[in-house]
């Protein structure tokens, strides 16, 4: 794949929060809150181990444009949430050019973001919580497919078993010969 061009547009990322995709964003952050995957420990004997924790807690900051009409939509969601108190929202981002995807059922919004007021257009930043993302989340490049760790090794268990296969045919059109 040395010979593909990669190439990223942002207009290829797609945030979508209870099947609905939000416009006017301009950037996303996801900064990872939880543990490690694995922490490592001291165990007896000297001898260390690792330890999975299975925690995937993250928050993620949306910077939306002042004239979006995300904004009216956040508005709504968390006024609702103070209401009801039960918000649990579905959230998605979706790089539809590469390989990124996670995904979220169990998110919510933390608040509402600061808002200035002024003579220059303006962002406004909303912050998502998110407890746990789905199995399969992926941060990748923008390959239109994942990278397989495993593909040079199989290639070469592959090319090693036909150049077996070979030698024993050539073993066995010997012995046929004589």
């Not at 990322?13 to 939880?34: D, E, F, P, R």
């Amino acid at each position: 794949m040395a010979s593909d061009v990669l190439t990223y547009s942002p207009s290829n990322v797609k945030l979508i929060l209870v099947g609905y995709i939000l416009t006017g964003v301009v950037s996303i952050n996801v900064a990872w809150k939880g543990s490690k995957p694995f922490t490592t420990h001291r165990g007896i004997r000297g001898k260390h181990t690792r330890v999975y924790n299975p925690e995937q807690y993250a928050t993620v900051t949306v910077e939306v444009l002042q004239t979006s009409i995300t904004n009216d939509i956040l508005t709504s969601i968390v006024g609702q949430d103070r209401k009801t108190r039960s918000a649990r929202l579905e959230f998605s981002i979706v790089d539809t050019s590469g390989s990124t995807k996670l995904q979220s059922t169990n998110c919510f919004i933390q608040g509402y973001p600061d808002v200035v007021l002024n003579g220059d257009l303006t962002t406004r930043k909303w912050e998502f919580e998110c407890l746990s993302f789905l199995d399969g989340a992926s941060v990748g490049g923008n390959a239109r497919q994942g990278f397989d760790i495993l593909d040079p090794i199989n290639g070469a268990i592959d090319y090693i078993s036909g150049a077996g296969a070979e030698a024993w045919n050539f073993a066995n059109d010997l012995t046929t010969i004589t």
